[in-house]
Nanobody, 120 residues
Framework: QARLVESGGGLVQPGGSLRLACAASGFTLGEYAIGWFRQAPGKEREGISCINSNYGSTYYADSVTGRFTISRDNAKNTVYLQMNSLKPEDTAVYYC?????????????WGQGTQVTVSS
């Protein structure tokens, strides 16, 4: 059974860093594009980053460009999201999802989410 599990969330002060991990089981993560999404209370879910399966091209929302970095380790079946210079507005539940092939294709698998709270 295909499954994605996020980890690495937590409470961090403004300006701090966290690294989220998205671990896949039941399918070969390297064959899929993986996206990171987040949903803050009272707001719609937004896509913030994605990494394609071929060549590993990456995409970022304007709100996180220059602060977040997505990467993948296909040998470990895991995708990471390094988040630096965190701001209170980054507080949200963060989800990873597998796209069928490329970042522009529909998602097929979702994780359960991990909470990130940025607060002093």
């Amino acid at each position: 059974q295909a499954r994605l599990v996020e980890s690495g969330g937590g409470l961090v002060q403004p300006g701090g860093s966290l690294r989220l991990a998205c671990a896949a089981s039941g399918f070969t993560l390297g064959e899929y594009a993986i996206g990171w999404f987040r949903q803050a209370p009272g707001k719609e879910r937004e896509g913030i980053s994605c990494i394609n399966s071929n060549y590993g091209s990456t995409y970022y929302a304007d709100s996180v460009t220059g602060r977040f970095t997505i990467s993948r380790d296909n040998a470990k079946n895991t995708v990471y999201l390094q988040m630096n210079s965190l701001k209170p507005e980054d507080t949200a539940v963060y989800y990873c999802a597998a796209h069928a092939a490329m970042c522009i294709t529909p998602t097929v698998y979702w994780g359960q989410g991990t909470q990130v709270t940025v607060s002093s």
